[in-house]
């Protein structure tokens, strides 16, 4: 039965029963007599408490659906709402379900798009400032320590200091050129970058510390490219915003052929404050290798950012590399 139909049958079981007490031994005066007002009072609140009460019933399965609508959330794929109630209701879940799916799957596919396209920014950008700004500061370099050798005495101490800032812009230069493209990475694999990772951001206030596992399966370049973009973005967030002192990055492998990546600071941790672009995009790059990621508080305070990358990821990679040997 449609659901207009139940519920036209529902009002109508109450009109009904209504008409049925009217043509009746209940009887109205005029003026209307005290009991036959408390009669008529009672009536009608029966009436409403039963017409309320069918209602709710008839109308849960939406409410219910509603409230899955609302919690819905595009970085957090794989909610769907439970398929009941009557027909209408249940080929309308059926609908929404496959519309997220659809909708889940664009957003992944338009996300990967766009991280591609950042991440090759990324690469030009770091390769101009290599080639362009750090040749050029290099060459600033070398004209002013020839000039130093060449300057009289008090003019040779300003240039010794030209030449010091000349030359702490260049290194921020490469540390930044770095951080847009790790080569390290391409280069030496995973464990090399997060070792380097850690040291790089290990300065007098901060103490970063790897531990990575003895055995840790193989990932393919996408997924080694997610999990050092999160460790780089988590660290980011310790030592900016966090006021962590001591970080802990963890890499190892699960029993179940999984690979986990964690990050553990002893700072503020993340309080009441939405999540910001920083984590929405280490969400959107966990999605592009179907991994799952945690944002939590850590068991002595602190922040934990837990990612696991599934077993199907670190199975293509050795079969891909098995077949490469």
Partial sequence: MSLYWRIFLLNAAVLVTAVLLLLGPVTVSTPVLFGEAVVLLAGLAAMLIAN????????????????????????????????????????????FNAML????????GSSARALSAQE???????QELHDEVGQTLTAV???????????????????????????????????????LRPGVLEELGLHSAVRALTAEFTS?????????????????????LVVYRVAQEALTNAARHAGASE???HLSGRPDGAVRLLVRDNGRGIGPAGEGAGIQGMRER???????LAIGSGPQGGTDVRLDVPAATTAAAAATTEGTN
């Avoid at 320590?145 to 005495?153: F, L, S, V």
């Avoid at 596992?213 to 080694?224: F, K, Q, R």
């Avoid at 966990?286 to 799952?292: E, F, K, P, R």
């Fill in 286 to 292: 966990a999605l592009l290798i179907g991994a799952d």
């Fill in 204 to 224: 007098g206030s901060l103490t970063v510390r790897h531990v990575i596992g003895p055995h840790v399966p193989p990932l393919d370049e996408a997924a080694e």
């Fill in 247 to 249: 970080v802990e990055v």
């Fill in 52 to 95: 309320a009460a069918l209602l709710r019933i008839g109308l849960a399965p939406l409410g219910r659906l509603t409230r899955a609508m609302s919690a819905v959330d595009l970085l957090r794929p794989g909610g769907r709402a439970r398929v009941e109630g009557p027909a209408e209701v249940a080929e309308l879940t059926t609908s």
């Fill in 141 to 179: 370099l070398l004209q002013l320590k020839h000039a130093a050798d060449r300057a009289p005495a008090p003019l040779r101490e300003e240039l010794r200091q030209v030449q010091e800032t000349t030359r702490t812009s260049l290194d921020e230069i490469r540390r930044i050129a770095r951080r």
């Fill in 120 to 126: 090759a920014e990324r690469r030009r950008i770091a």
């Fill in 101 to 108: 799916g659809r909708l889940e799957a664009e957003r992944a």
